[in-house]
């Protein structure tokens, strides 16, 4: 079987509900779509989301289409690793993070895709399932929200049965978070387990005094406390707190995660299929951290489902609330049926 075309297409348009987090209004639907056909009649598909910029799909498509499909097209499908090594040479010169790396995972997931339909089975039985269903959290708590408006969505997500819940912190003073932080808890009860992400809003100082906080108001995790790539500041912070630190989601590559599970900054890994490389990046990363005792939580869903299912290290698959006539399984995502990579919903 053999590559023989790349077809991409796009969407951008403005969200209906904009969210709001500590550092951005994400206020986008965009969405860059990649087709890999074969001579085999076989295809294989990849979505990537955009949340900001309308231009940033189209960007994308543009690398897709004529500087990453001429490259892939005649070869073997299978060989998705080989593709991966061909495509970072490639991007090398103009550096292989950013949109580079978004573009290579389109590509990634496509080939997995495209490999689990032509054997017509899930691509989570390819990777070796460790999991039969992922346990949920719902990521509800955005900033533009009041503290009401706080209470009906966390309400929401436990009635729909997820384990616990996420929510936005640093968009205010601490006493803000702390006020928000204790309306939920009070929603979602005593033992449900209840995240805070920041998305990289402190430096150092800040991020130690509010970490102190969350800890005494037993938050489960303390996310992306600060820039991404600040590993030494990750690994001072992880010293110091109790509360594990998550981080991952902003990071390009399985390289950029080396020196963060080797020094101890991170308790909790959390790769973005988009910017980690797709499937195949995100599964060693995942594996990476195994071997380091560190938890794997995916940063959003989707197909992300197929990489967790892999994993013994995995605690969490992230989630918004569920769709109308989804149903979680004693608080977990079943895993696909589908061949490829579908989700369940």
């Not at 992922?134 to 990521?139: G, L, R």
């Not at 509360?243 to 990071?251: D, K, L, M, V, W």
Request: overall charge negative.
């Amino acid at each position: 079987m053999k590559i023989t075309a790349v077809h991409v297409d796009v969407t951008s348009e403005p969200k209906a509900h904009p969210v709001r987090d500590a550092i951005q209004l994400l206020d986008r639907d965009g969405v860059t779509r990649v087709r890999i056909e074969t001579d085999e009649g076989v295809t294989g598909e990849s979505t990537t989301y955009f949340g900001r910029v309308a231009s940033s799909p189209a960007v994308l498509a543009k690398i897709v289409e004529e500087q990453l499909a001429p490259v892939i097209v005649g070869e073997d499908p299978s060989l998705i690793r080989g593709i991966r090594e061909r495509l970072r040479e490639l991007t090398d010169y103009q550096g292989s993070a950013g949109l580079s790396a978004y573009g290579m995972s389109a590509i990634d997931q496509a080939l997995w895709d495209l490999l689990g339909k032509s054997l017509g089975v899930p691509v989570w039985k390819l990777l070796g399932a460790r999991w039969p269903a992922i346990p949920a959290y719902a990521m509800v708590g955005w900033l533009e929200l009041d503290v009401a408006g706080l209470e009906r969505m966390s309400a929401r997500a436990m009635e729909q049965g997820f384990r616990g819940v996420k929510m936005k912190v640093g968009g205010g003073p601490l006493t803000e978070d702390v006020r928000r932080i204790k309306a939920v808890r009070t929603v979602i009860g005593p033992d449900a387990p209840l995240m805070v992400d920041a998305n990289q809003a402190f430096g150092y100082a800040e991020a130690l005094r509010r970490g102190r906080a969350y800890e005494d108001l037993d938050c489960r995790w303390f996310e992306e406390p600060l820039p991404a790539g600040d590993t030494d500041g990750h690994v001072r912070l992880a010293e110091k707190l109790d509360i594990p630190i998550a981080t991952g989601e902003n990071r390009y590559g399985q390289a950029a995660f080396r020196d963060l599970l080797a020094r101890g900054g991170v308790g909790v890994v959390q790769p973005d299929l988009r910017r980690a490389g797709g499937v195949t990046d995100c599964l060693e990363i995942g594996l990476a951290a195994a071997g380091f005792g560190v938890p794997y939580a995916s940063h959003g869903g989707g197909a992300h489902i197929h990489v967790l299912a892999a994993l013994p290290n995995t605690i969490y698959v992230e989630s918004g609330l569920l769709p109308e006539g989804a149903e979680l399984v004693d608080g977990c995502y079943p895993l696909p049926t589908a061949p490829g990579l579908s989700a369940s919903w």
